[in-house]
């Protein structure tokens, strides 16, 4: 506890960009994977083809390399600087889109055939039936595994301590500069990461499954 307490500002800095890293690049993850599943189910080639490459591409890459290219690559291109902390967030929703895509792809496979042929017949073309139709039918069949995803980018934020990004998984290496314990440090790292997942996420993913199971 004498390690929590005597370091508490480590911890609150290096959680609160925790938790902005995972909440900007939860969003854009969300956004972007909701586009790359609609193309992979798209009825034109080239959208499925772009889809797939992307998925397959980026999901089959390690984070650390996908990381490094924003925080040490990027810079060398002549392009405009983001920052440590926003190549991170461009680096983490690249990365989770693909597998945020590839749950809501499992949703969308689960709405039966007659609900986008029944739009096609009354004139909806792939667009509207997409967003109007199969998409708010798939997001409730998709949480758990969705949300499992979310958990992983939770815990994936801590690949960003080795790029320059003061956030939770950099607190062992101050930890070490001001010579306390790592032990207990990195215990206290785990059970807040803990606290998080189950006090914050996990109620989340309930309360959306019980809300829209009534909705149903």
């Not at 902005?20 to 083809?49: C, D, E, K, Y």
């Not at 992307?54 to 984070?63: D, G, H, Q, S």
């Not at 096609?120 to 199969?134: C, D, E, H, K, S």
Request: no cysteine.
């Amino acid at each position: 506890m004498n390690v929590l307490i005597d370091n508490s500002g480590l911890f609150v800095t290096g959680f609160k960009n925790t938790g902005i890293l995972f909440v900007i690049s939860a969003f854009f993850a969300l956004i972007l994977g909701t586009v790359v599943a609609g193309m992979r189910v798209s009825p034109a080639p080239a959208m499925r083809a772009a889809g797939t490459l992307y998925v397959n591409a980026v999901r089959n890459t390690p984070l650390t390399l996908i990381l490094a290219f924003f925080a040490l690559g990027y810079p060398k291109l002549g392009l405009p600087e983001i920052g440590f902390m926003n190549a991170a967030i461009v680096g983490l929703s690249l990365y989770t889109a693909t597998y945020v895509s590839e749950a809501i792809r499992s949703g969308i496979n689960t709405v039966a055939v007659g609900q986008s042929e029944a739009a096609r017949a009354i004139g909806l073309p792939f667009m509207q039936t997409l967003t109007l139709i199969v998409l708010p039918q798939a997001f409730r069949s998709v949480l758990p595994p969705l949300f499992s995803v979310f958990i992983a980018l939770l815990k994936n934020t801590t690949v960003a301590a080795g790029f320059s990004v003061f956030e939770a998984g950099a607190i062992r290496a101050y930890l070490s500069e001001r010579g306390e314990p790592l032990l207990p440090g990195l215990l206290w790292v785990a059970v807040i990461f803990v606290v998080l997942v189950l006090g914050i996420l996990t109620p989340l993913q309930r309360y959306l499954e019980k809300k829209w199971r009534v909705a149903r």
